[in-house]
């Protein structure tokens, strides 16, 4: 029996998660998270008889502990205690944004494995959380589609028999276009293959999305940044492929569907039944490649430069653009606008090396501001 805690738990990973969940015996769901929805997340723990949950919103907490019939932990610090509290073989972290970085660090510490969906956990802190990672002997089992595609295709094979993996981007709503000007919130939103949150689907429209994910595998598979490409291949059918020495190319096809990558983090290392639309190609008839565009698409090269910076870079770039998108969709910027705060507020902040977590905790909100005085000199 498998222990899961899960973080972020009414969020998208979360509920896919604990559908596999229900499916299966030898998984066991300990406690909950979530930001803000205590009532969800009740309704959850009351159908796998869960006795603890923690809610990170102070105000929802309070809330929750006179609605929720069992313990309820409060705040950030809470999602962290609540690690501690059900001490589970694996913490599923599908935090969205920043706060995602220390439940990662308090699991990775007590030599927990961390399913992660949070992708910031590595992109703000990747060295750090590596290094962690290898001092515990914690696993960390990527969740997200490309890289869990990238894992399940390396796990056999010799680091120095490896050319190059190559991420797969869908291109977003707006692949093909050479002007990213007068574009909508709605028409933002509107992902042709993947349904996300909110803030992710806009990281895909921008590519900033697939610029995390260079990062992120570059961390994971202990990569350098001219071993790592992108192609954008618009049905997302082939998740991500990679080139051997000896001219074999391997990929890794499906539909795209979390549950898959889901599942196999949470049941590594066997595989499980899980009950997804089986590919047929034939149907799906063809295939499209085509090269990034990272002229119009800035993020994309914005986050390749400060992957190749290293150090505080990349926790500047995951600050501004957070920032950036909020401020996007709540209509005080333009879409284009993204990228030119991005851009500003890392040539602000600066570089350097990232000597420890609290740094980059400093750094971090230190972005934000100087990301939102930009915005306000915008608006
Ligand atoms: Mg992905």
Known sequence: MKRVLILGSTGSIGTQALEIIADREDLEPVGLAVGRDWQTAAVQAKGFEIKTIAVADRAAAEEAKSGFDGAVLSGEQGVIELIGVTRPDIVLNGIVGAAGLGPTIAALSQGIDVALANKESLVIGGELVTELAAATGAKLLPVDSEHSALFQLLENEDHAALDRIVLTASGGPFRGRTDLDGITVEQALDHPTWAMGGRITIDSATLMNKGFEMIEAAHLFGLPYEQIDVVVHPQSIVHSLIDLKDGATLAHLGYPDMRVPIAYALTWPERSDVPVER?????????????????????????????????????????????????????????????????????????????????????????????????????
């Open 279 to 379: 590919l047929d190609l034939a149907r799906v008839g063809r295939l499209d490649f085509e090269e990034p565009d990272p002229g119009t698409f800035r993020c994309l090269a914005l986050a390749r430069e400060a992957g190749r910076s290293g150090g505080i870079a990349p926790c500047v770039l995951n600050a501004a653009d957070e920032v950036a998108v909020a401020a996007f969709l709540e209509g005080m910027i333009t879409f284009k606008d993204i990228s030119t705060v991005i851009e500003r507020t890392i040539e602000d902040v600066g570089s350097g090396p990232a000597k420890g977590f609290d740094e980059l905790f400093a750094i971090d909100e230190a972005s934000r501001e100087r990301a939102s005085e930009i915005i306000s000199g915008l608006t």
